[in-house]
């Protein structure tokens, strides 16, 4: 807890696939990670209020607000003053194919946020969430997917409610485009022959593409290809050699550097953490 204007940065959450909790806060809780986190951060409200600021923009989250961060985005979030604030939260690193359902209605740089109207909406989130806690526990590989499921269910409801509402309208050459990468990103995909697939010049789709995402055509496929190679360094016994291979890049060294970049651990590093 920090009550100081201007908190220090962190505490960082760790850089496995899920990390979960519930937490009742009173006036003086903040966080503050101006650079953000290398993991994704989803936060559901039960009770009370939470307040998130970014550099021209704030968002008060309420009961049956779900509230999504980005890597990289800013996170500074707190309970305003004369409230509590009861949520449950998650960081994670995506399942692949998940990418579609991580762009609810913005609210800021890389901040989402779906407001849950329905009670049967906001009891299924919340019955999904409870049970997500229960299995994420760090290391427990068949729990941990149990976990997943239970995030994967949250994110679902929480676009269904969106698209209900008419909020999200992501164009569908962009949709498209996702979906290519996401079922297999190790492909040699670039931005031309992916412009191709969806019949449109390179320079349009790198726009519109930056329009209606918030990043790029090859971040978005090195950010796909990082997630699945975090995920085979956990789950399988390769040689990181093995894994930079599966995940298409052009050598150990440039994967092994990009990994760290991004996870802030080597991928040697990143396995022991997750025996």
Do not use: C
Not at 116 to 125: A, F, N, T
Not at 139 to 148: D, K, M, N
Not at 166 to 191: K, T
């Amino acid at each position: 807890m920090n009550s100081d204007t201007e908190p220090a940065p962190g505490p960082y959450p760790p850089p496995g696939v899920l990390v979960a909790g519930h937490f009742r806060e009173e006036f003086g809780y903040r966080v503050r990670r101006p650079g953000g986190s290398g993991n994704w951060l989803l936060t559901y409200t039960l009770g009370g209020r939470g307040l998130f600021r970014q550099p021209g923009a704030s968002l008060s989250a309420g009961p049956g607000d779900v509230v999504l961060l980005e890597p990289g985005a800013a996170q500074d979030y707190s309970v305003p003053e004369g409230n509590h604030w009861e949520f449950v939260w998650a960081h994670f690193q995506p399942r692949m194919g998940w990418s579609e359902w991580l762009r609810l209605p913005a609210a800021g740089e890389g901040l989402y946020l779906s407001r849950l109207e329905d009670p049967r909406s906001r009891g299924r989130v919340r019955g999904a969430f409870f049970g997500l806690l229960a299995d994420a526990l760090p290391g427990r590989g068949l729990q941990e997917e149990l976990a997943l499921n239970g995030l994967e269910e949250v994110l679902l409801v929480a676009v269904r409610e969106a698209d209900s509402a008419g909020e999200r309208g992501m164009d569908g050459r962009v949709r498209r485009v996702l979906a290519l990468i996401s079922a297999d990103p190790a492909s040699r995909h670039d931005v031309p022959s992916l412009a191709r697939a969806v019949a449109l010049s390179p320079s349009r789709l790198a726009h519109l593409f930056k329009e209606e995402t918030g990043g790029s055509v090859m971040g978005t496929v090195l950010a796909l290809r990082l997630r699945q190679a975090a995920r085979l360094l956990e789950h399988t016994a390769g040689s990181v050699k093995d894994v930079s291979e599966q995940t298409g890049f052009e050598s150990p060294y440039y994967f092994s550097r990009r990994f760290r970049q991004h996870y802030g651990v080597s991928p040697r590093q990143y396995r022991q953490q997750r025996v």
